[in-house]
């Protein structure tokens, strides 16, 4: 497709379950970012990806937060022992440059409601 | 220092009105300033971005004014049309190899009135 894909568009978790967050970026995209968006809030930086490489975690709130990105293309953002803090959209961005200078492309999002 | 502060929280502006956002940061170190719109349900996309080196930039009925002494920036849109109706957020970031967050202001809800 044309554009970022994320996979599931909403995900109801008990908490203490496990939840996985799929993210398929624009082919070619080097870059990979993972934002967390609190209802009526902006987002906030989770975690940053160039092709296969963290380069950047330090906004993951907890160790229960977890993402890969092995091939350099998709990626997965776990989180184990979901919370009801937890409760958010994840978004998924892609930029064909290293950084943001091009802008990011932003998928639509996973809606993430532990209950 | 890192914040990004957005004001206001909503808006409502009559349909060929302009609408004015504004957006005002502390870090020094910010050089870059995008605009995102938000449609319900979507993700962010980028609208509009400036860098410090110029005081304005403007595309098509979106403009940026920027302030570097004052550490604000505003958008302004023209010729408000119903299609216009979203969420706006400001952004910013150091503008250096090894940092590339975006720090976010809370964003604007507008409404345009037909």
Redesign the interface.
């Given at each position: 497709g044309a554009g970022?894909s994320q996979s599931p568009r909403y995900k109801v978790a008990k908490r203490g379950q496990d939840v996985a967050l799929r993210c398929d970026p624009i082919s070619g995209h080097v870059?990979l970012f993972w934002y967390q968006q609190a209802l009526?809030?902006?987002?906030?930086?989770l975690t940053?990806f160039q092709n296969e490489a963290q380069l950047?975690k330090s906004?993951l709130p907890s160790d229960r937060f977890f993402a890969e990105r092995p091939e350099g293309s998709v990626s997965t953002l776990k989180i184990q022992r979901t919370q009801q803090e937890d409760s958010a959209v994840y978004?998924c961005?892609s930029s064909t440059r290293?950084?943001?200078?091009y802008?990011?492309?932003?998928?639509?999002?996973t809606r993430l409601t532990v209950v | 220092q890192q914040q990004v502060k957005?004001s206001p929280q909503s808006l409502i502006v009559q349909k060929g009105g302009i609408s004015i956002i504004n957006c005002a940061y502390e870090n020094t170190a910010f050089d870059?300033f995008?605009w995102y719109q938000q449609f319900p349900?979507?993700?962010?996309?980028?609208l509009i971005?400036i860098r410090p080196d110029v005081s304005e930039k403007k595309e098509g009925r979106f403009t940026i004014s920027f302030n570097k002494s004052a550490k604000q920036f505003s958008l302004h849109i023209m010729d408000s049309q119903p299609g216009d109706s979203a969420t706006y957020?400001c952004?910013a970031?150091p503008?250096m190899?090894s940092n590339?967050?975006?720090i976010?202001?809370?964003?604007t809800k507008l409404i345009i009135k037909p």
């Open positions: 970022v870059s009526g809030q902006g987002p906030e930086f940053y950047d906004g978004l961005a290293r950084g943001m200078d802008g990011y492309t932003f998928g639509s999002g | 957005q870059y995008p349900g979507k993700g962010p996309a980028l971005a957020f952004a970031s503008h190899d590339y967050q975006l976010w202001g809370a964003g």
